[in-house]
C-alpha cells in the first residue's frame, strides 16, 4: 500500500491548509489548561510548537502530547464548524472512500477476526466507537457474520449509518449509559480514534464500566514513536491539530494497566512509515534516513518497513486488551 492512495496528495494538502487556518480560527482565544503526560502523569517538557498548540514529550514514557488543552467545547465546535473537518467528512471522505473500503477496512474486519478467534472468543456482538461511515460495520458483518452496533455522535454519520440498514446509538461512549447495550459477550473496536480523546482517561474508565469480565477492546491509534514521527517530528503531517495523544507501545501499557485493563497485546502492523518519510524526503533532517532513501530500491524499503514493524517502531498502533 502507498500513501498516495488512501492519502491523495491533492486532496491531503488542502485539507491541512484549511486546517492549519481552523488551529488559529477555532483556538487562537482558548482559555488553555496544562496536563501532565496522560499515560503516567509525569510532567512533560515542551518539544515544538505547531500551529499555535505546544507539544510537550514525557520524560518517563515518551508520550508526545498536547498540553496546555483546550477546553473540550471548543473541539466539540471545530469538529461541527469548521472547513478543515468538513472538508474531511465530505470532499477527502468522498475522493478516497472506495480505496479506503479495499486498504484500509476490509483488511481490518479480517485482522480483528483473526485476534478474536485466536483468543477463543464466540457469539459476541461487536461496538464500533466512532464508527463514521460504518465501513467497518458492513465488512465485519459481512465476513464474520456477528452484529456490529455503531456508537456515533454525529448526526449525520448517525443518518448514513441508519440508512445502511447499520445499529447505532448515537451518543459519544463518555455519556453513554450501559442500559442502551444489548446483554451478551461484547467487543468494543475503536480505530484511529484514541489520538483525538480529549481525555483518555475519561474515555477509558467508561469503557469499563461498559465492559464485563472476559470482555475486549481492540483498538488503533498513532504511535509517538513510531518512525516516520520520529524523523518528521514537528513536520510530520501527523501532528495536525485533531491529533492530541501520541501513546505508544510501552506508554499504552502503562495506561492501559494503570486503568484496571489487562493487555492482551501490542503490535504495530504499519505499512507506510517508510513511504511517508520517502514522500517528505526534503523535509528529513536526520542524514542516516535522507540518505538511505536516496539509495534505497523499492524492495529495499519494503524489508524496512517490515523490520520496524517486528520492532514495533510503526506510527500505526493495535493493542488489545480485556476487562479482568
Ligand atoms: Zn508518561
Partial sequence: ??????????????????????????????????????????????????????????PACQTLFVSP??????????????ASAGYFATVFYKATAEARREKLWKPKARMVLEILCSFGVENYGVFDIGGGYGIFAE???ALSGNPVIIIEPSPELARVCRGKGLRVIESFLETMTPVL????????????????????????????????????FIFSTLSGMGVDIQTLWQDSNSISLQHLN?????SITLLLEGLGMRLL??????????????????????????????????E?????????????????????????
Fill in 1 to 58: 500500500m502507498k500513501e498516495e492512495e488512501i492519502r491523495p496528495r491533492q486532496v491531503f494538502d488542502e485539507y491541512l491548509r484549511l486546517a492549519a487556518l481552523d488551529a488559529n480560527l477555532y483556538f487562537n482565544n482558548s482559555d488553555r489548561q496544562a496536563i501532565p503526560c496522560p499515560a503516567c502523569l509525569t510532567t512533560g517538557t515542551k518539544v515544538f510548537e505547531k500551529h499555535g498548540f505546544d507539544y510537550e514529550v514525557c
Fill in 181 to 216: 447495550l444489548p446483554e451478551g459477550r461484547r467487543v468494543f473496536v475503536s480505530f484511529e480514534l484514541f489520538e483525538h480523546l480529549h481525555d483518555c482517561r475519561v474515555f477509558l474508565r467508561r469503557l469499563h464500566q461498559l465492559m464485563q469480565p472476559g470482555d475486549k
Fill in 139 to 141: 465488512e465485519f458483518e
Fill in 265 to 298: 497485546s501490542v503490535t504495530t502492523p504499519g505499512k507506510l512509515d517508510l513511504d511517508i518519510m520517502y514522500n517528505q524526503k526534503d523535509k528529513l533532517k536526520d542524514r542516516f534516513w535522507r540518505n538511505l532513501l536516496a539509495q534505497s530500491a523499492p
Fill in 69 to 82: 488543552r483546550p477546553p473540550v467545547a471548543d473541539f466539540f465546535d471545530y469538529y461541527q464548524k469548521s
Fill in 300 to 324: 529495499d524499503l519494503h524489508s524496512w518497513q517490515d523490520f520496524i514493524v517486528a520492532r514495533g517502531c510503526s506510527s500505526h498502533m493495535l493493542v488489545v486488551c480485556e476487562c479482568p
Fill in 246 to 250: 501520541f501513546f505508544n507501545p510501552h
